[in-house]
């Protein structure tokens, strides 16, 4: 049987695990020139806030998911909110789907973290660039935003193994 502090300090390493996980995409994200083809760089902070979901369920999960938004909004340096908001309820989403109406596996969540992309960065490119009125939206929606959403799910099973990992290194030994 586990006492009550070993299991406390097995959930905050676990939780410390995903939060370096979380800052390290943060990192990856904002460095300039890495993983840059043409105009397309690939997003790494939703993967890791879709797989901690997947991992932990829906609320943890969304609740980790605004946080992973903040950050995506700071490291933007946008408003913060509209980020926040999007990937919450996007993990939220994602893991009650993948609890009620999927199997957890590399392929289901490739699917999810490309979906998942695309909604999130269509919202983003609404509301940033079609409805300021910036001219040729088409162009830019389909040679920025389609390839980084495929290019987000491309790099997306290293988050989902990252975040299994620290997962299986904390969980109860009973």
Known sequence: METRQKRRARLLGKWFCYGCVLVLGGVLQTT????????????FILPVCLAVAVAEGAWAGAAFGAVGGLL?????????????IGVLLLCFGAAILLELY???NRTNFLLLAGVGCLAIL??????????????????????????????????????????????????SKE
């Open 72 to 84: 995506w909004d700071l490291t933007a340096g946008r408003t913060a909110g509209l980020m926040a």
């Open 122 to 171: 269509s919202l983003d490119f609404l509301f940033n660039y079609l409805m300021r009125g910036y001219a040729r939206p088409a162009e830019r929606f389909l040679s920025v935003v389609l390839p980084t959403s495929v290019f987000t799910a491309a790099i997306s099973p290293l988050a989902w193994w990252l975040i299994l990992r620290a997962a299986a290194r904390f969980a």
């Open 32 to 43: 300039p020139g890495l993983l840059t083809i043409g105009n397309v760089k690939p997003v």
């Open 102 to 104: 999927l199997r957890a």
